[in-house]
């Protein structure tokens, strides 16, 4: 039977901003417009969104650094807002970046200094340290100082110092941003493995791999709204009457680009410029009549590498929050 340890019930969050510079003007944003989900004891839970859709505010709402302005929040059957003191010993959050860390400390001064925040027995501590080192494979520079680490390096110790409580959800906030790619998915299995161990995770990510490789269902938002929750498989197996095309093309015109989208058929249009090539993705139901519109649209124009395939996570993605042309 499944044990839901987070549930939200018609949250709403709002606050007051200034706009304008001379005659200023008091304008009230809607950070989350209503949102409700659950997450089940064991889950990797996603949050995914563009940038200002919602998921920070979120996320700080369930971990009692921002109170919700309506709606209803039970984390681990406690309030967030009247329960703080009672919440905040099993729970922990860990941001993207490098923030949080004390740089001029050796890496297990830092888990100690943490450990002593979180009231972990002196006696106790130099085990769970150096466990906690070798979890995220630290364990030979335990006694380097944290400036001396790479960006990699400092993420996965901040992993670490997001365990010393052994929290049992552990809240992940773009934990992978600016990681290169060995780094980033290091942390990946890191974060396979605290699950494996029974930790509880949210995760909020840009990354739309990252998303369909660890999570067990995700939440897509939208400027405050929940847009669709559901598993990454049942994402992409709804959205399998959608083909994209994808192709490279050499001597054409923003605006024949931009006549791709005029075709009612085509639902999204994504164009990157790379020098002298245009890289271009279409998603649309009918391949076969949008193959010749793009031949005649694009007259002229060399086409290299056109290919159909059946979308993914981040062609979901695209569907169900990106606009017309991008």
């Not at 056109?306 to 017309?324: H, N, Q, R």
Request: aromatic share 6%; proline share 4%; hydrophobic share 40%.
């Amino acid at each position: 039977m499944n044990n839901t340890i987070i549930d939200v019930s018609h949250v709403k969050r709002s606050y007051k901003t200034e706009e304008g510079i001379i005659k200023k003007k008091q304008k009230v944003v809607e950070a989350l417009k209503g949102i409700s989900f659950s997450v089940q004891e064991g889950e990797i839970f996603g949050l995914l969104g563009p940038n200002g859709a919602g998921k920070t505010t979120m996320i700080k709402t369930l971990t009692t650094m921002l109170t919700p302005t309506s709606g209803e929040i039970s984390v681990l059957g406690f309030n967030p807002v009247t329960e703080t003191k009672q919440l905040r010993p099993h729970i922990n959050f860990i941001l993207g970046g490098e923030r949080n860390l004390y740089w001029r400390l050796s890496a297990y001064d830092n888990l100690a200094y943490f450990s002593d925040l979180y009231r972990i027995p002196r006696a106790v501590q130099k085990a769970k340290i150096n466990e906690l080192l070798e979890l995220v494979n630290l364990q030979d520079v335990a006694h380097q100082r944290v400036e001396t680490f790479s960006k990699g390096m400092k993420q996965r110790l901040q992993i670490a110092r997001g365990l010393v409580n052994n929290p049992k959800i552990l809240f992940l906030d773009e934990p992978s941003i600016g990681l290169d790619p060995v780094s980033a998915r290091k942390l990946r299995e890191i974060i396979r493995e605290l699950n494996n161990r029974g930790t509880t995770i949210l995760l909020t990510t840009h990354y739309m791999y990252e998303a369909d490789e660890l999570c067990d269902r995700i939440a897509f938002i939208d400027k405050g709204n929940l847009v669709a929750i559901d598993t990454p498989q049942n994402f992409k197996l709804k959205a399998d009457n959608v083909s994209i095309i994808a192709f490279t093309t050499l001597g054409t015109s923003e605006k024949n680009i931009h006549r791709l989208s005029d075709l009612p058929i085509i639902h999204h249009v994504q164009a990157e410029n790379r020098g002298y090539l245009t890289n271009i993705k279409l998603h649309t139901h009918d391949p076969q009549t949008v193959v010749p519109f793009i031949y005649e649209t694009l007259n002229g124009a060399a086409i290299q590498d056109l290919t159909i395939t059946k979308p993914s996570l981040e062609d979901v993605y695209v569907e169900l929050i990106g606009g017309k042309v991008s």
